[in-house]
């Protein structure tokens, strides 16, 4: 069972940017996982934001393109999640994701996680 544990949200102004991380309190190895960023906002689903897997298979929801870079730090285990130009709908609460046995068009695929996080709450004023 791998229990995912993300840092990193808190408020900034639109524009502004933040970086997200998420690691396991259990031992893991990032690299055997497809890893994901998801989040909801107040009143909607929660939808995907980007997803990775491999040595460099990202996928990007059209809304945050450009704008956000998930990345992978196999060496300490880490999932990040670089957030700039940052607008006020981009306020939710931010979940990170992983499972195994994944292939490159299940990156966006909420469904397709087993592994949660608690999930961190980034707020954008404008």
């Known amino acids: 069972q791998v229990q995912l544990v993300e840092s990193g949200g808190g408020s900034v102004q639109a524009g502004g940017s933040l970086r997200l991380s998420c690691t396991a309190s259990?031992?893991?190895?990032?690299?055997?996982?497809?890893v994901g960023w998801f989040r909801q906002a107040p009143g909607k689903e929660r939808e995907a934001v980007a997803g990775?897997?491999?040595?460099?298979?990202?996928a990007y929801a059209d809304s945050v393109k450009g704008r956000f870079t998930i990345s992978k730090d196999d060496a300490s285990d880490t999932l990040h999640l670089q957030m700039n130009s940052l607008k006020p709908e981009d306020t939710a609460m931010y979940y990170c994701a992983a499972s195994y046995g994944c292939s490159t068009s299940d990156l966006l695929q909420e469904e397709k996680y087993r592994y949660w996080g608690q999930g961190i709450q980034v707020t954008v004023s404008s």
């Open positions: 259990t031992s893991w190895a990032i690299s055997d996982y497809c």
């Open positions: 990775a897997m491999g040595d460099d298979h990202t």
